[in-house]
């Protein structure tokens, strides 16, 4: 089951990427109702409807260096499952955009 990752919530939730800092490309991926989103505004770089949040759409953001949060988290957050094969595809993209 996926809720919101600040208050729990199970109504409404977006995908979102929550900034490291101000200013920055990249945030940490997480899931927010509306009513937290309007509360982190400032705060928050992506924001997508979780019903729209394929696994391509997911991987995009690792893709464009739009997160680097840890992919095993963010898959149990964002489709509610563990996932192997789409951890280990978003842990290649950021492999690759850290030059590694
Ligand atoms: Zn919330």
Redesign the pocket.
Known sequence: MV???????REGLSLVTVLYEEGANAGRALV??????A?MMAWIGEAIPLEKVSPAVFLDLYRTGKTASDPFTAVELVFGRKDADLVRQAQALLNTNSGA
């Open positions: 809720n919101c990752s600040r208050c729990g919530n927010y109702c509306e009513a937290c989103k509360d």
